[in-house]
Each structure stands twice: as C-alpha cells, then as structure tokens.
C-alpha cells in the first residue's frame, strides 16, 4: 500500500466515516499531523535478487544391495499438522460473482437531467454551510486514454484551461474570480486522475454576479479552450516541475513502482498519469487539441452544483449555458473496459524492491486485490459492505496478535480497502520492524488463520457494534450534511454510478444488511477473495541492501503457517465511574460568541461552551493548558511526541489496549492527548450522546494513563524512521537546517531524536515525560463546541473536569531566541532528478498581535499570494508551487513569515531574484486598489462561520490574548472593512525584512 494510503487508513475507524473532523493529537486546533516536523508535512513515509544455486540434496541410492548402513535418507523438518478447516455449512461452495445488478435507489432531493446533446446535470439545493455553492465540472476521461504518443495529454490539458480560454486569455481567469473572492487553490482547482478529469470552483453568493461568472467559466471550460502555442510554451516548465515534485521524487519513484504491479496485465498497464519529463516536453498544442475535442463532448460530461439557490433558476442557467455546447467530434471514443473482474488477479506472489536513497523509513507494502464491484446495485452494496466487515474484523484480530506479541513487526497492525483506480481496489497495510520476512510471514499467516478456521462471533459483534454506532452518528448529522459531500457523492454517480440514496435509506439497509451477516459467510468470503488473488509485496527503503528481496518476501509467503485467534481478553463495561461533581467557582456569560458560557472550578480549570448546529449531532472539545516540553528538560522536544503516542497505545484506566479498542467500538468518543512547545491538553470529538465517554477518556488520560511494551516498541520505531527520515530526505534535511539557523542551535529545540536518546528510552522515561505535563492540572481550558445544551456540559464538567487533580500553577518558558540578524544562506545539494530542488526564505518579526495585525496578515498573505503567483509561477514558468504564509504566534507575541518554492535548479536564483523584486514593489509602492479589493473579497468570504474549529481556535487564543484580540469571525470581517493599502504597505516591510532572512536551497551541485 502507498504511504499515503496508510496514513489515512490511521484515522479510518469504521466501514463508513464516523467523525466529520479528525482529532489532532498534536495540536490544539489540528493545525499539525502527529508525525509531521514543525513547519513540515512528514513525507515519511525495495533488486539485487539474483538467484542463489539450489542446495542439492543428497542422491539417494535405491539399489537392493546398499550397505545396510549407509546413510541415504534426508531429514527433513516434520511438516505442522493443521486442525482441518471450519465447516461453513452452506457456504462452503460459496461464489459471489453474480451480484444482483438492481439499481440502488436515488435521492429525490437531487434533480439530474440531461441535456438533448447527452449534457448531464446534478442540482441540489443545501445550506450547509449556507450562502455559498460548490460547482464541479466533470470529464469522464483521464491519464488512460492519453494518447501513447502524448502521455500525460490530459493532465497537460487540465492545466491549459486556467491558461486561456476565449472570454478568459491568458490569467485573466484567476482575476476575475478574485474579484468575486474565489481564490486558486483552495476555492479554484482541479485534478486529473486515471479514470477522469474534474474542475472545482467553490464561492460565496454574497456578490449577486457570482452565479452568472461561475457558469460562464464553466462554459467556456467545457467548449471554449484556445491552447494557444505560446500559451502552451509558457505553461510547460509547470507542469514538468509538477511531475518533478510528484513523480521523480522518492516517495514518487516508490510509489511508481507500486503502481506498476497494481496495473499489471490489466487496462491500466503502463499509465502515467502525469506524463513523464519528455512527454510533457515534447506535448503540442494539436496533441492537446486532439484530446480536448474527443473526450470534452457533451454526451461525455456532467456538471454538478450545490449549494444555497434555487433548484429551478440553477436549471436554467445549465440549459442557458450548455445547451448549445456541440461536440467537436463525430462520435464519442470507446472507453477502456472496466468491470468488477478488471484487475489481472494473481495466482502466485507478486514480489518487489523499490527503493530510493532520499527514502528515510524501511518497511513492507502488502496488499490484495478486491473486485471492484458496483457500489450503485444491489449486490455490489452487499458484497463491498461485507469486505468492510471483514477488514474490521480482521483489524480486530490481528491488533489482538500484535498486542499479545505475536506478530514481529513494531507498527500496529492496520489493514484497509482503497482504490488505485475506479476498477482497481484493493486491501492493503504496511508494517515496519527489524525482521521484515518474519513480520511478513506472521501477518499473513493471521489472516490465513482467520480464513481456515473462521471468524469469531466476538469478531463480528465489535465490529458490528462499531458499524450501528457509526450509522446513529451519519443520521444525527444527516441534516447539516455539506455542500462538498453531496457533490462528491453525485460526482462519483455520474462517473461510476456509484449509490446516492439517501443517507436514512442507505443505513436503513446496511443495517438489515448487517443482520444478514454471519460468521460463516464472512470466512466464505474471506477464503474466496485470497483463493482469487495471491498477496502482493513491495519491501521499501533507501537501499536494496537494506530492505528482503523479492525472493525474500516470496519465501516468508511459502513459510505461511495459518494462526489461531488469540485467547480473547474480558470485555470493560465501563472505563470509570462518574466522580462526584465539584461545584465551579464562578460562572458567567461570554460575549464573544452567541449563548457562550463559562464555568472555573477550585482546581484552576476553565470550561468554555458555545452552542453550534454547524454540525449536527456533534461535539468538538479541545482542552489546553500553558507549558507544553518548554518546561521539559533539553532535548525532550524530540520525545515528547512519542511519549503522547505510547500512551495513546497502551490502554487506559481498566482497559488493555485491546480492551479499550473494543470498547471504543461501541461509541464516536475519541480524545488524543498532545504536548506541543507551549502547551499541552487533548483534542477530540464525539456525537452529542456520547460526550460523557468523551469526559472520561480525558480524565483517565490524566489519571490513569498506560505505557506498555508493545507501544514503547512502536514509538522506538517511529523514532527510528523519523531518524532516517532527517539523515535521506531532502525536504527533511532542509527543513532541520531552517530551523538550527532559526533557533541558533539551541538544545531546547530538538526535533529528531538521536541515536544515544532512542537507545535511552523506556517505558518509564517514556511515562515520566508524559506524566510531567499531562498528570494533573492547573490553568486547563476545556473548549466545548457543538450540537448540546448548555446543562449537559456543566453537569459533566464538574464531574469529569472540576475534579481533576490540580498541581502547582506553571507556565511556559520563551525560549526561542529572537530572529537572527542579516542575510544566512544555506545550501543542501540534492541530485538532479530527485524531484526536491527548491528553496525556503524564512523571516520573523516582533508586532503585537491584535485582531487589527492579525486581519493585514490575512491580507497581506493574501495579495503576495496572488502576485507571486503571476509574477514567478506564470511569468517564469518553472516552478510548479510558490508560496507564502504569515503567522502569529500567540504565546510569544511574534511573527513567522514563509516563502516557499519549488523549481529546476537552474531556475531558482531567477525565481528568488523575482520574489524580492515583488516584496521590494509592495514595500515601497503597497498593493493596488484592485488588489486590496480581491484579498478583501477573498477574506470576506473566508471569514464565514461555517465550522466549528472557528469557535474553538478564537476560544483558545484566550490563553494568550485579550478577548477583543482573538479573532473570532465577527471580529475579523470587522476589521477587514477598515484595512487599507497603507496598512498593508507597512506590515509587509515589517513581515518580509530583507535585511534580515535565512534561505535554504536545495539544488543540484
């Protein structure tokens, strides 16, 4: 499985999406991934395999007169005698390939017509979030009818449409979107994929022009692109950086080769979806003609809008707008054959090494194929909803074998379905360990224990549990269901007619599905699905040297012995009794937001409530306290995480590890503890009906926390990885060399640990860093945000949080030294086609920060943005991404401002030249009128409240801010209407200091 699968497959709990918002657990306002580096994603995340000779065994004589004693009979290991399989019963001629191909119902609130000239609509009135819509435009083709002359042709397309259409030439596009507060990126985009192409523009009605542009965009889109030779010209080191960035870097070269035995021997053999560098090199404008009038036709697209208008005026605007669209081809293209049995289906092991030495972590890709049944009939919902099942069940137990000991891997098991492509799906993990033959063979020989002798019925009762609480959670939220979900889900109808009932309908019958289940069809299943497909293995690292063989890997595979389920551990009724309530100090409205309360207790806390409906159903508690590894000794900075992570682990209060998952199973609390530089406390969210489980969690994590072998041995892994990860990718070794110049060398902010640290660590070190800022309490705020009344939260306050143990009153510790003074400029060579060369210009500066400072940042940020944008991206037309970013941090009282780039190495000292150049113009000049205008229209829009993490953030910035000062969203657009360029002229000059910056360069020698 891709890296990227695995990390989202860590924050999958049920067959279906539990939670609409993820807890991070190492920032208060998830803000930062647990693994990633300060002010860096974690990229963290293998062939020399010639044959040895065979040992030849010794010939054995037959003949009648041998000596008596000669020794001519080889010993061989006595072969395991296995208890006979489990009788399924009726299933054991089990053969699901002829699924029911009914149609699944349609939701009647959406309206769907086509058009006389095969043009398909989806239109669905919603106001969730409200005032505003979400329109995709969508091509039902992709990389795989690129022609094979023009590899990447549709990709190279996708971008063109931003470059020029008839009403819109050149970049125009971008500016008058602007002008309506559409920004690039995050309001404007589009992807290509294997299987399609799709464009995405997301806006505010609050301008009454916006519907009307929208729609002319999307015209001229569909039918109106002019693919000028210059315009091609221009747009082409873009695109080839992007394939740099994507493809030619480590974990793009590793994800390749995985890719290459996921397409094997089916249609999607040798697809690149991006192109390569001499592709896109060589594409022409009449190549890229060429697929825009075969596959942008009217019978082959659909366009998609919801969002807060009405239905029948939206209808007319698509028959206004498309009607006319005629298609520039005679007739549309035969598609590549796609069907449930697409997939070649290995009968053998399919082994390899991929590796690369920007590559830091050493691990084993493991996956199945699956068919890819329709997810829109019948049969196709049954059978993808028992494969779910059965993953969860088999999560279930090989987490029970990882706990008891009885896997060799260090990473805790996590198995998962995804799609490589609309007709490839497949299941798949990946693990970590010292011994990777062994942790491979102890995987599969869990999964085959399962299939020989069956699942459990405790197996299907967890999981089943999970899969009924997960369905009460989506009926609760039904009612404030997003604009971005239906229209995902309608894109996904009009692409593969995947089911878009009605989310009552839908778990109405998974839940009678669910019932049908039983343990034997479940292992019937099972059986069938590793009879259809043999398992595939990639072993991934930095060096062949360092990581099995293919022959390795394929061996650990025949040494497979079936494993029994692990002896089941007693169930937890309950994680703690409620203690008794402790009456708060003080109670008393808050103005910052409607109906906001707030509640101190004896022991120092605070809880802080508002009411939201932004989210049906749910809850969003963020609890933080100041201090975080500030006050921690020097160097635990780099440990502090993994302590986090080992708790998190281990179990808690009366529960094992195994236990508390179980009983996790049976509610949508979820709380993760974190200790960042200045802080430290715990984010999550629950449903409304279970925001005492919630309570009690966090209160166990204080009182009762775990640490275990198991989790010590995983987090001493992690350590591991992210100590290769800083030694071998580029990213990674500039990002630490930014922040050694940054904080000068300071030992107090260490990022990695080192070799004599990971060696050190214990379970006790490990508890005692932990239990030095998580223990007990003193000026803890609990933010609680969400679809409860204000009763409910006091009641559980005061048992959950007034009676928490309080120790003695600490804060934090600045120990950030002040921005260097002058000009450091360092250089980290890279290799030429490592897809990483790049540069970061890093400054900082000392402002007080006030809703006023914080609104000109958001502009500032915003305008720079744009400009350089036009002024390196487009203009130069090397650099794929260009990049600004300016943020306060509250507990200090200063600035950090950020501009990164990506590009050639042969284009980066032109690039910065041009970047200075654009913040030299805005300090002496300032912005333009119209410039200011569209960051202020940008802004306008995204100052909406339109989810809860914008009451929860405002609501912690308390800790360091004054109340008028936080930022709420009535603050900010308040503000924003007094901002002017002058403003915006000066903070630049005081964000962006020439005179005083560090750059990193990553480039080829």
């Known amino acids: 499985m891709k890296s ?24 208060p306002d998830a803000r930062a991934d647990a693994d990633d580096m300060p002010e860096m994603a974690d990229s963290e995340h293998p062939e020399s395999d010639a044959d040895e000779p065979e040992a ?99 990709h190279f397309l996708e971008h063109m449409l931003f470059n020029g ?70 747009e082409r080191g873009i695109v080839i950086d992007e394939y740099r960035l994507r493809d030619e870097s480590a974990a793009g070269r590793i994800g390749g080769a995985i890719d290459e035995l996921y397409y094997l021997g089916n249609v999607y053999e040798g697809l690149q979806i991006g192109g390569n560098e001499e592709s896109n090199g060589n594409v022409t404008p009449e190549q890229l003609r060429e697929y825009y009038d075969t596959w942008y036709r009217p019978d082959n697209m659909a366009v998609v809008v919801v969002g807060d208008f009405e239905v029948s005026e939206v209808e007319a605007r ?24 697409t997939a070649h289906f290995a009968t053998e092991p399919l082994a390899d090494v991929a590796t690369h030495p920007d590559h830091g972590s050493i ?113 609760q939220s039904e009612a404030t269901t997003q604009d971005v979900e239906y229209a995902s889900d309608y894109l996904g109808h009009f692409l593969s007619a995947s089911d878009i009932s009605p989310v009552s309908d839908r778990v109405a019958r998974q839940r009678a ?43 650990a ?176 070794i500039s990002e630490l060399a930014l922040l050694d110049a940054l904080y000068q060398g300071s030992e107090w902010h260490q990022f990695i640990a080192s070799r004599e640290q990971i060696d050190a660590t214990t379970t006790s070190s490990l508890l005692g860093l932990y239990d030095a800022r998580l223990a007990n309490v003193d000026d803890l705020m609990v933010v609680v945000v969400g679809d409860i009344d204000r009763d409910t939260v006091k009641n559980l306050a005061a048992r959950y949080i007034g009676s928490l143990p309080q120790g003695a009153s600490d804060t934090f510790v600045n120990r950030q030294p002040p921005f260097p003074s002058g000009v450091q400029r360092i250089d980290i060579a890279v290799d030429a086609d490592a897809g990483a060369s790049g540069f970061d210009i890093a400054f900082g500066a000392e402002l007080p920060i006030t809703v006023e400072s914080i609104v000109v940042a958001d502009v500032a940020e915003s305008i720079l943005d744009d400009l350089l944008d036009g002024g390196v991206r487009e203009q130069l037309g090397d650099a794929y991404s260009v990049s600004p970013s300016i943020s306060a941090n509250e507990a200090t009282g200063t600035w950090s401002s950020r501009i990164s780039s990506t590009g050639a190495s042969e284009g980066l000292e032109q690039g910065h030249a041009r970047i200075l150049e654009i913040i030299t113009e805005l300090i002496a000049d300032g912005p333009t009128e119209r410039d200011l205008q569209q960051a202020i229209s940008v802004l306008q829009d995204n100052y909406v409240l339109e989810s809860n993490s914008l009451i929860l953030n405002p609501l912690l910035a308390r800790l360091h801010l004054d109340d008028e000062n936080v930022g709420t969203p009535a603050q900010r657009r308040a503000a924003l209407q007094q901002v002017t360029a002058a403003d915006v002229r000066q903070h630049i000059a005081l964000f962006f200091d020439l005179d005083n910056r560090i750059e990193v360069f990553r480039s080829a020698e």
């Open 4 to 27: 990227v699968l695995w990390r989202r497959l860590l924050s999958l709990l049920f067959a279906s999406c539990l939670l609409a918002v993820a807890c991070a657990p190492d920032s």
């Open 557 to 732: 595979v025949e040494a497979v012995v079936p494993l029994a389920a692990p002896a089941p551990e007693d169930s937890v009724e309950t994680l703690l009794r409620p203690p008794p309530a402790v009456a708060p100090t003080s109670e008393s409205a808050l103005d910052l937001f409607e109906d906001a309360y707030e509640w101190e207790f004896p022991n120092g806390t605070t809880v802080v409530f508002v009411p939201s409906d932004i989210a049906a159903g749910e809850v969003n508690v963020i609890a933080e306290g100041r201090g975080g590894w500030s006050t921690l000794s020097p160097g635990d900075s780099a440990v502090a995480r993994h302590a986090v992570a080992a708790v998190v682990a281990s179990g808690l209060g009366p529960a094992s590890a195994t236990q508390l998952d179980e009983f996790l199973a049976t509610t949508t609390a979820r709380v993760s503890p974190f200790i960042a530089e200045f802080s430290e406390g715990f984010s999550g969210a629950t449903g409304a009906d279970d925001l005492e489980t919630l309570f009690s969690i966090l209160h166990l994590y204080i009182t009762e926390p775990h640490m275990t072998d198991v989790a010590l041995g995983e987090q001493v892994q992690a350590m591991e990885s992210r100590l290769a990860n800083s030694e071998t990718i580029p990213q990674w």
């Open 318 to 341: 698509v028959v206004e707008s498309f009607a006319d669209f005629a298609p520039r081809s005679s007739e549309l293209a035969d598609q590549p054959d796609r069907h449930a049995f």
């Open 363 to 475: 691990y084993v890709s493991l996956d199945w194929q699956l068919p890819a049944w329709p997810s829109g009939t019948v049969g196709g919902e049954r059978l993808r909803f028992a494969e779910e099942v059965i993953v969860r069940m088999l999560d279930v137990r090989l987490d029970a074998a990882f706990q008891a000991g009885l896997l060799a891997q260090t990473t805790e098991p996590h198995l998962g379905t995804f799609s490589a492509a609309r007709a490839l799906r497949f299941i798949g993990t990946n693990y970590q360990g010292p011994d990777l033959v062994a942790a491979t063979t102890d995987y599969i020989s869990v999964v085959e224990g399962a299939a020989r002798w069956g699942f459990t019925q405790s197996e299907l009762d967890q999981v089943a549990e999970a899969v009924r609480t997960s369905f009460d959670f989506q009926l």
């Open 56 to 154: 030849l065994a010794p010939e054995q004589d037959t003949d009648a007169d041998t000596a008596p004693d000669a020794d001519v009979t080889e010993e061989t290991e006595p072969a395991v005698e296995l208890d006979p399989p489990a009788d399924l019963g009726a299933f054991n001629d089990y053969d699901p390939t002829d699924p029911d191909a009914t149609l699944l119902p349609v939701d009647g609130a959406v309206l769907i017509g086509q058009l006389d000239n095969g043009f398909r609509y989806y239109l669905r009135s919603n106001d969730s979030p409200g005032d505003s819509v979400i329109v995709y435009l969508a091509v039902d083709a992709g990389g795989l009818v690129d022609p094979p002359e023009a590899r990447g042709a549709a």
């Open 165 to 234: 259409t008839e009403e819109y030439p050149k970049n125009v596009l971008d500016q008058v979107l602007r002008d309506i507060g559409t920004e690039f990126g995050a309001d404007l985009n589009a992807y290509t994929s294997a299987d399609e192409t799709v464009y995405i523009l997301d806006f505010q009605l609050d301008d009454p022009t916006a519907l009307d542009l929208a729609f002319s965009v999307l015209s001229q889109w569909a039918s109106a692109a002019t693919l000028l030779a210059s315009d091609v010209s221009d």
């Open 513 to 555: 599905l669910l019932e049908t289940f039983t343990v034997s069809e479940l292992t019937a299943h099972l059986r069938w699905l590793l009879d259809l497909a043999a398992p595939i293995l990639v072993s991934i690292g930095p060096d062949p040297a360092d990581v099995p063989t293919a022959d390795e890997l394929v061996a």
